[in-house]
């Protein structure tokens, strides 16, 4: 099997879907591994290093992917790449194949076996593979930093000499991955920190990382262990208890999300505006639209005093540690299609099944079965 990595080209994409430690295990199943110069200088890892693992360095994107049998990204290529892959060839990355016609057009086109890893079933087999499980960690903990560098007071409790220093109320808004570990590394910083969710078991998850369960009253678990969208009412209930309670509280990190729709309108304009001057917002959900309803993406404007920042790509921005956990996702998902030195694709295996895109159509004679 040839494997081809080419260099990221997305704006301020930095992470890598191939570390040296992936390319040493896949080396070592028989593949031939075709990295572009310099694909992993953005997350620190050397040309010298793939070398190293076996990898064979090469001028550029083309080189690296055009006749390769398997392509490991982190962010879709370019639909002109992908014209350019193998006829059949397979496709594994955070490939969002319905963002763009023309990309999804690309795909069918050549005829790939693409695996956007975001269709992955979060079962728990599927736990080592899950990179939006793994990606969420990063952007959750980098959120944090982010608002406590914008926030002109400090996160924890001091006594000092110049008087006693209140801790910062920090309120995380959605307690998924992300959250969670929003709310550890808050926690860590010494803050007050409280969260909520709609899922209920949420509450449990909060206050076993040292946080405070704020209930607004409204329990709203979907299917697959996912939120669903709020009925009218509940969001009312929700935005009342919450613009109260803002009032208090000096930094927001906005996490929430329901999948395959725009983020959760949460915080609004008049939130905002009842919020003490020097108060902080970060919207993680910016990438969807964001949480805040003065989100502008990759923005950080003032509202009268309130900072709301909207990052986008945070796991981006801890690309060493996101492209190891990432690429270790990757090898655990290739690791089901490499069979005796070659590509096998065991359609009765879930994982498989339910990620490929375009969906394959049901197997009448597995229906019958
Ligand atoms: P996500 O990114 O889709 O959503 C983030 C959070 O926002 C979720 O916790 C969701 O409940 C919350 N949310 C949605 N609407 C909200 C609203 N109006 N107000 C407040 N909060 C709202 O979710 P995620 O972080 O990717 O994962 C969600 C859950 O799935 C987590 O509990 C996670 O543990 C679980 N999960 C399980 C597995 C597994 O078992 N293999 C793998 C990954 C994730």
């Known amino acids: 099997v040839i494997v081809g990595i080419a260099a990221e ?3 301020g994409e930095r992470r890598v879907a191939l570390t040296p430690e992936t390319c040493k295990k896949l080396v070592a199943t028989g593949a031939r591994v075709r990295i572009e110069r310099g694909a992993g200088r ?3 890892f050397t040309d010298a290093a793939y070398t190293d693992a076996g990898a064979e360095i090469v001028a550029d994107a083309a080189a690296a992917t055009d006749d390769a049998d398997l392509v490991l990204c982190v962010q879709p290529p370019a639909p002109a790449r992908i014209a350019a ?3 059949g060839a397979t496709l594994v990355g955070l490939l969002a194949p319905q963002a ?9 086109a050549r005829g ?5 890893l975001e269709r992955l079933p979060r079962t728990t087999r599927a736990q080592a593979m899950d990179v939006l499980s793994s990606q969420a960690g990063m952007a959750g903990y980098k959120a944090v930093l982010i608002a406590a560098q914008l926030a002109p007071r400090f996160f924890p409790m001091l006594t000092t000499a110049a008087g006693t220093i209140r801790p910062s109320k920090v309120l995380i808004v959605g307690a998924g991955v992300a959250g969670l570990q929003a709310i550890a590394t808050a926690k860590r910083l010494g803050a007050q920190v409280e969260g909520f969710d709609v899922r209920p078991e949420t509450r449990e998850q909060i206050e076993s990382l040292g946080g405070k369960f704020l209930d607004l009253g409204v329990s709203a678990a979907g299917e697959g262990g996912y939120a669903r969208a ?8 929700q935005q009342r208890r919450l613009g109260e309670h803002l009032r208090n509280i000096d930094v927001i990190v906005c996490t929430a999300a329901v999948p ?10 008049a939130m905002v505006a009842g919020m003490k001057p ?5 919207d993680l959900a910016a990438e969807t639209g964001g949480n805040c309803e003065l989100t502008r993406p990759g923005e950080t404007v003032d509202h009268d005093g309130v900072t709301v920042a909207g990052p986008l790509n945070l796991a981006s921005l801890g690309a060493v540690h996101a492209s190891e956990m990432y690429a270790r996702n990757v090898y655990n998902f290739v690791s089901l299609l490499l069979k005796d030195g070659g590509l096998a694709f065991d359609w009765s295996d879930e994982l498989l099944a339910k990620t490929v895109w375009p969906e394959r159509p049901a197997d009448p004679v597995a229906a019958v079965g």
């Open 9 to 11: 080209t997305a704006d």
């Open 42 to 44: 953005g997350a620190a």
């Open 85 to 87: 892959f193998r006829e």
């Open 100 to 108: 763009d016609a023309a990309r999804a057009e690309a795909i069918a």
């Open 112 to 116: 790939l076996q693409a695996f956007p």
């Open 230 to 237: 709020l009925t009218d009412a509940e969001r009312a209930e």
């Open 260 to 269: 395959g729709r725009p983020a959760p309108k949460i915080v609004s304009a």
């Open 278 to 282: 020097g108060s902080v917002i970060v």
